[in-house]
């Protein structure tokens, strides 16, 4: 039996703190976020987890560590993020909304030069002006990449904008060494959020997608239309009640055209065809400046 007892591996206490102060703060934090952290040097990490600080406390745990903290909770919602949780990834605890902190970790990325082999997230295109750089093996690798210079006061000065690498394109080291030589960094490396859980709703976003543009776009368009939308249905507010006011005094009249006979083509006019115009104003209160109004 003692020989039994000792062949027993013995938990570290190490590990044994990590997972009580994890389940700590799955009982105490309103968020728990799984962010990917695959590429990213352990410098900029600091630097990220240094900005975060007093919002989220990071953690970069073991797999299976995690997964007792999480399965410590005995929370069946919860349970399911650990499908999310892989390799290279760090568990975020905080007690901010979850979309908020995926806004965070957005906003904390830093730029990153280019590596060869990489795909361009986007168009690269070096600009037009003056540069740091001074004749010499410069020139002819500029020029290999069809980018046109001239010499101004002793520095390599670019004559006008070049695409060296098209969007989706894998990255020569060619274009790479260029970028590198010219301080261009066309990647942004930072935390990137996968899936959160809200411990004050017991709600989970397995797929946390931010896209600000968008969402503001979509804003602007909806906002663009709502008053419109609004006078078509008939809704009564401060905002439309004049355009309300004209549009019954304008179908009146018609309707009195019709009734005495004043205008007998209106007869034979499908209803459909009596359209109310979209007022003047509405195009004004449509402007960025009216969406910002509105949002305060």
């Given at each position: 039996?003692a020989?039994?007892r000792a062949?027993?591996k013995?938990i570290?206490?190490?590990?044994?703190?990590?997972v009580?102060?994890?389940?700590?703060?799955?009982?105490?934090?309103?968020?728990?976020l799984?962010?990917?952290?695959?590429?990213?040097?352990a410098?900029q990490?600091?630097?990220i987890?240094?900005?975060l600080r007093?919002?989220?406390?990071?953690?970069?745990p073991k797999?299976n560590l995690i997964?007792?903290?999480i399965d410590?909770?005995?929370?069946?919602?919860?349970?399911?993020?650990?499908e999310?949780?892989?390799?290279?990834?760090?568990?975020?605890f905080?007690?901010?909304d979850s979309f908020e902190?995926a806004?965070?970790?957005l906003?904390?990325?830093n730029?990153a030069k280019?590596?060869?082999?990489?795909e361009?997230?986007?168009?690269?295109?070096i600009?037009e002006g003056?540069t740091?750089?001074?004749?010499?093996p410069?020139?002819?690798?500029l020029?290999?990449?069809?980018?046109?210079i001239?010499i101004?006061?002793?520095?390599?000065?670019i004559k006008?904008?070049?695409?060296?690498?098209k969007k989706?394109?894998k990255?020569s080291q060619?274009?790479?060494?260029?970028m590198?030589?010219l301080?261009i960094k066309?990647?942004s490396?930072?935390f990137?959020p996968?899936?959160?859980f809200d411990t004050?709703?017991n709600?989970?976003?397995?797929e946390i997608?931010?896209?600000?543009?968008k969402?503001?776009?979509?804003l602007k368009?909806?906002?663009?239309?709502s008053?419109?939308?609004?006078?078509?249905?008939?809704?009564?507010?401060k905002?439309?009640?004049?355009?309300l006011?004209?549009k019954a005094?304008s179908?009146?009249?018609?309707l009195?055209?019709i009734i005495?006979?004043e205008?007998?083509?209106?007869?034979?006019?499908?209803?459909?065809?009596?359209?109310?115009e979209?007022?003047?104003?509405?195009k004004?209160?449509?402007?960025a400046?009216?969406?910002?109004?509105?949002f305060?």
């Amino acid at each position: 039996m003692a020989d039994k007892r000792a062949s027993i591996k013995k938990i570290p206490e190490s590990k044994i703190r990590a997972v009580k102060e994890m389940s700590e703060l799955i009982k105490k934090k309103r968020t728990i976020l799984v962010a990917s952290i695959k590429g990213i040097p352990a410098s900029q990490f600091n630097e990220i987890a240094k900005k975060l600080r007093g919002k989220a406390i990071v953690k970069v745990p073991k797999k299976n560590l995690i997964f007792r903290a999480i399965d410590s909770s005995e929370n069946e919602e919860l349970k399911k993020l650990k499908e999310k949780i892989v390799d290279s990834i760090a568990v975020l605890f905080s007690d901010i909304d979850s979309f908020e902190l995926a806004s965070e970790l957005l906003e904390k990325k830093n730029p990153a030069k280019a590596k060869a082999g990489q795909e361009a997230p986007e168009d690269i295109e070096i600009p037009e002006g003056p540069t740091d750089l001074v004749p010499g093996p410069a020139i002819s690798e500029l020029g290999a990449l069809g980018i046109q210079i001239q010499i101004d006061k002793g520095k390599i000065r670019i004559k006008q904008p070049k695409v060296i690498v098209k969007k989706g394109d894998k990255i020569s080291q060619a274009a790479a060494d260029v970028m590198s030589k010219l301080d261009i960094k066309p990647f942004s490396i930072g935390f990137i959020p996968l899936s959160a859980f809200d411990t004050k709703e017991n709600k989970i976003y397995l797929e946390i997608k931010i896209d600000r543009e968008k969402t503001l776009n979509e804003l602007k368009y909806a906002f663009g239309k709502s008053l419109s939308f609004a006078v078509g249905i008939g809704y009564t507010s401060k905002d439309t009640i004049r355009f309300l006011l004209s549009k019954a005094i304008s179908h009146e009249r018609r309707l009195k055209k019709i009734i005495t006979g004043e205008n007998e083509e209106v007869i034979g006019q499908n209803t459909e065809e009596i359209k109310q115009e979209t007022p003047a104003e509405e195009k004004k209160e449509s402007s960025a400046e009216g969406l910002a109004s509105l949002f305060g």
